[in-house]
């Protein structure tokens, strides 16, 4: 306290006493950018992708160079950002190998009893918005309920998706229900199911039995409406809203950042005079690509870096709205990722890229590459300028941080998985708070960090790893992702350990033989995982097979049926 007074005085009136004193709370503007990797930014050490907007936020802020993501997956990782808990105390980890929604009408999301930092900070008189990408459930029982949708967790205004850009929403670029319904229990089995019902009606047509004849007719007509509605599901699946209605369906990608970082500036400037929480949370630069024909083909890194371009350039143009409306002072920006890049994604023949830098593997994995993220905090005149941060940080941090800047109560009925950033990024302290951190692959504990409080190492042990082999491109590669049951991944008894400060790229596991602290790590990590166990509650699983598949009742329709539910209301 002493301290604090002392830095106080010597710094009168700056804006870091504000805070200490518990000044003006500031605005919030974070970006999240979906499946970026560590490797893609200048600032992270690239050469050849030109990330200006991005550099100049970390030369002017705080570069965290350790931020973890909860989960390796957008759903998950999203969970737990809006409400600082690990997925698994939402029941946003799966238990199956799906570990996302891919279909916006299904019933599962984010529970409405789950507390968002939107909706504290709504309720501490924020104007909040979430612009892009939300992925957290749409409806529950209605098509029009809303009851998982971003107006439902202290968001006021949204103008975005409600799941992620699949291939599928954009047309030529196949499907991912064909990969994942082979991969799900028995789905080989309903694949020569159905060819046998074609073949066998088509055989009984042939004999031409007049009752058999019928039912075999039946069979044709049914598979043939099933083929209808696969062709035709991108159209009922892809679509825009703006709030709670359907602005167009199927949404056209080209355009979509240009779209967004529109309404983005509309938003700053129709809230200037108040305090706002602004979440964009970009569409890009996930697959299937895209960029605005501004971008196309100018990049040195294909689609890929045309789209990391242009999540560079939208962030420059929010960050020159708040320069102009002279609020740059008052608002602390935060730019991250929501997870690794995805690596065993092809889209048209070329490897989609994404560069985890010196980690290992990427999406969908608990190696560093998969959860080890870009992270940037800037707010000027408050935290330091140009700063490296090292120590584990998490993207659940962000909870408390806002909770505490904007004078909200901590809730005290739930776990808090994530701590206070403010300290750490003000130097009042040098060790972050995150001694442990269990790293889960959907519900199942892949992986535990630990930092211990007296040493510099940071130990990381996994229980089991992905069958994911780069050099022969199997293993996930077939999958397209890495899934996390049993029959996807290698146990490991004992537990590979990795040293990070001395191995950050996890290529010499660590064993009783040649690690003596080998023993005590794995002792103390299983202690710190018997506490962990110890607060978990059983709650609904939100990505049960029953949470995650298509409902009819569900689907939202932007006219009729009868016009395929076609429509563009939101012209640019
Ligand atoms: C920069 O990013 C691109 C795209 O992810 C990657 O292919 C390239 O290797 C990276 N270059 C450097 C020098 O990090
Ligand atoms: C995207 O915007 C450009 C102009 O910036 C326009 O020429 C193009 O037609 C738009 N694309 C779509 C699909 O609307
Ligand atoms: C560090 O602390 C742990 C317990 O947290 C203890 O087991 C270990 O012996 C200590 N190591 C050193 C070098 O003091
Ligand atoms: C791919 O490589 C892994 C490990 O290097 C090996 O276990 C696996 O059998 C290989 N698969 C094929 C199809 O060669």
């Known amino acids: 306290m002493k301290f604090l007074w002392i830095l106080c005085a010597s710094h009168l009136f700056t804006a870091a006493c504000r ?45 965290l ?35 996302v929604f891919i279909i916006a ?19 501490h008189g924020y104007s909040t918005a979430l612009i892009g990408k939300w992925h957290l459930g749409l409806n529950c029982e209605r098509n029009d309920d809303l009851c998982h949708h971003p107006h439902s967790h202290g968001f006021d205004h949204f103008y975005g998706i409600p799941i ?21 229990p028995y789905g080989h089995l ?31 007509v049914l598979l043939a409406c099933l083929l209808l509605f696969v062709l035709t599901f991108p159209d009922l699946n892809c679509f825009l809203m703006r709030n709670g209605e359907v602005v167009e369906q199927p949404y ?31 569409i890009q630069v996930h697959t299937a690509l895209f960029a605005s024909p501004a971008f196309k083909g100018r990049s040195k890194h294909g689609l890929y870096g045309d789209a990391v371009e242009e999540v560079d350039w939208s962030v420059g143009k929010i960050i020159e709205t708040l320069d ?63 700063k490296q941060i090292d120590e584990p940080t998490s993207n659940m941090d962000l909870f408390p941080t806002v909770v505490k800047l904007v004078g909200a109560a901590t809730p005290e009925d739930r776990e808090i998985d994530g701590r206070d950033l403010m300290p750490l990024l003000l130097g009042q302290v040098e060790r972050s708070e ?6 889960y692959c959907n519900a199942h504990l892949n992986a535990v960090r630990w930092h211990p409080a007296n040493s510099t190492s940071i130990w990381k042990m996994f229980f089991f790893t992905p069958n994911f082999y780069p050099e022969n491109s199997t293993g996930c590669f077939h999958t397209h992702i890495c899934f996390c049951t049993k029959e996807y991944v290698t146990y490991h008894d004992p537990p590979l350990l990795f040293d990070l400060s001395k191995d950050p790229s996890e290529s010499n596991p660590l064993n009783p033989e040649n690690e003596p602290l080998y023993k005590d790590v794995l002792r103390s990590i299983r202690e710190a995982v018997a506490r962990h166990s110890l607060t978990l509650t059983n709650v609904p699983n939100q990505l049960s097979l029953v949470n995650v598949v298509w409902n009819p009742w569900l689907q939202p329709c932007c006219s009729s049926p009868f016009q395929l539910c076609r429509c563009e209301k939101d012209q640019m």
């Open 252 to 282: 056209t990608s080209e355009n979509l950042t240009q779209k967004m970082t529109r309404e983005a500036v509309q938003f700053l400037e129709r809230n200037a005079g108040r305090p706002f929480l602004l979440f964009f949370s970009f």
């Open 65 to 99: 160079t350790q931020h973890i993501a909860a989960a390796p997956l957008c759903t998950p990782s999203r969970a737990a950002f809006l409400t600082g808990r690990y997925p698994i105390r939402s029941g946003m980890a799966g238990r199956t190998i799906l570990g």
């Open 324 to 386: 102009r409306l002279k609020l740059s002072d008052d608002t602390l920006v935060y730019v991250t990722s929501d997870n690794g890049p995805h690596l065993e994604e092809v889209s048209d023949g070329e490897m989609y890229g994404g560069f985890s830098g010196i980690y290992r593997a990427g999406k969908s994995t608990n190696w560093e590459g998969g959860i080890r993220v870009p992270a940037i905090a800037r707010w000027p005149g408050v935290i330091p300028a140009n």
């Open 434 to 439: 995150h001694e442990f951190m269990f790293h």
């Open 164 to 184: 992620t850009h699949l291939r599928d929403c954009l047309p030529g670029h196949g499907t991912i229900f064909i990969n994942i319904f082979v991969h799900l």
């Open 105 to 123: 009408a299904s019933s599962g999301g984010l529970p409405t009893e789950e507390v968002t930092f939107a909706k504290l900070a709504k309720q």
């Open 190 to 220: 309903w694949i020569w199911v159905a060819t046998a019902l074609v073949l066998h009606a088509l055989g009984v047509i042939a004999v031409s039995r007049k009752a058999v004849l019928a039912a075999a007719f039946l069979a044709v």
């Open 19 to 63: 805070v200490s004193r518990g000044g003006k709370p500031p605005n919030f503007v974070f970006f999240v950018i979906d499946d970026l990797g560590i490797g893609d930014l200048g600032c992270f050490g690239n050469t050849t992708m030109r990330t200006p907007a991005m550099d100049k936020l970390a030369a002017e802020g705080v570069k």
